[in-house]
């Protein structure tokens, strides 16, 4: 049997579906919404969902991509921070997709405070969403930390925070969002978003990023240990590693000593590490 239908949503239908409750996009809150139909289903095709996925989408919007989703997912929470747009997105789904409609549920709540708890239903396996730039990471790495049963994760971001999410040790815009991301799992680039597909469009173009969930690198240093090394060696990512963790070890040389008990050369800088010389690094801390 054919699984139900979504009439995806288009630009008259996105600008229609704001001005019925009065919705002014809001910059602050990022709310740049998708109004073309192929870029949501590029998105759920390029998601790899697979039979009965349990889905967590972070900020709706209006419901384009919510639309696509339903058309895959067994179940579907949608999280959205704003009141106004929580409380329509249920409408918008049993016009658009009736047959669909009870996959879905919706919770006015803020993404950076979800706790499992929060969360109806069986606990999520896929995280697909398009985050607002502001809070893109924060959003993305509490929600990987929160929700250990997420196995794959494909979010839509800036270009360039796109960029760094995926970048490789060495690379001009790796940092401490790349190495962070990678305490979670294998991290790539799945593809270029143009800004014309937006309403309003952006200043800038978008990126999609997948996440693959791994088993952290072993080690006896919690990931606050690590993540702490992680954030002093970044801090002052232009000096070599024996100076910019003097704080963090007591002094450069304190520092210099567990760099080279992790196997560590103390002349090397923070974008030079991979997650794994962290969580070395972070068993020798003073």
């Known amino acids: ?17 704001a001005a019925s409750i009065g919705l002014r996009p809001s910059k602050q809150r990022g709310q740049n919404f998708v109004v073309d139909p192929n870029t949501v289903r590029r998105i759920v095709r390029t998601a790899q969902l697979e039979p009965g996925e349990a889905v967590l989408e972070i900020g709706p919007g209006l419901g384009s991509l919510t639309l696509g989703l ?33 996959r879905l549920v919706v919770i006015a709540a803020d993404a950076l405070l979800l706790r499992r708890q929060d969360l109806p239903g069986p606990e999520p396996t896929a995280l697909v969403a398009n985050l607002p730039y502001n809070v893109a990471v924060p959003v ?16 839509m971001v800036q270009a360039e925070v796109a960029d760094r999410l995926a970048a490789a040790p060495g690379s001009k815009v790796y940092g401490v969002p790349s190495v962070k991301a990678r305490w979670y799992g294998q991290v790539r680039r799945a593809g270029p978003v143009g ?11 978008s990126g999609l990023v997948a ?22 060696a970044f801090a002052q990512r232009r000096k070599t590693l024996r100076a910019a963790l003097a704080g963090w070890a007591g002094s450069a040389a304190a520092a210099e000593l567990a760099l080279r008990a992790a196997g560590i050369d103390p002349g090397l800088r923070g974008e030079q590490l991979d997650v794994a010389d962290y969580a070395r690094l972070a068993e020798h801390r003073p």
């Open 1 to 17: 049997m054919a699984e139900p239908a979504a009439a995806l949503l288009g630009p008259a239908q996105v600008r229609a579906l």
């Open 195 to 205: 800004r014309a597909v937006f309403w309003p469009a952006p200043n800038v173009d």
């Open 211 to 232: 996440v693959t969930r791994a088993d952290p690198p072993v080690t006896s240093a919690s990931r606050a240990e690590v993540f702490t090394a992680i954030d002093a």
């Open 140 to 155: 993305l790495l509490h929600l990987l930390q929160t929700l250990p049963s997420l196995r794959r994760v494909l979010v």
């Open 70 to 102: 339903l058309q895959v997912a067994s179940s579907l929470v949608a999280v959205e921070v704003d009141p106004a747009l929580a409380e329509r997105l249920p409408v918008t789904v049993q016009e658009r997709a009736p047959g669909l409609a009870d």
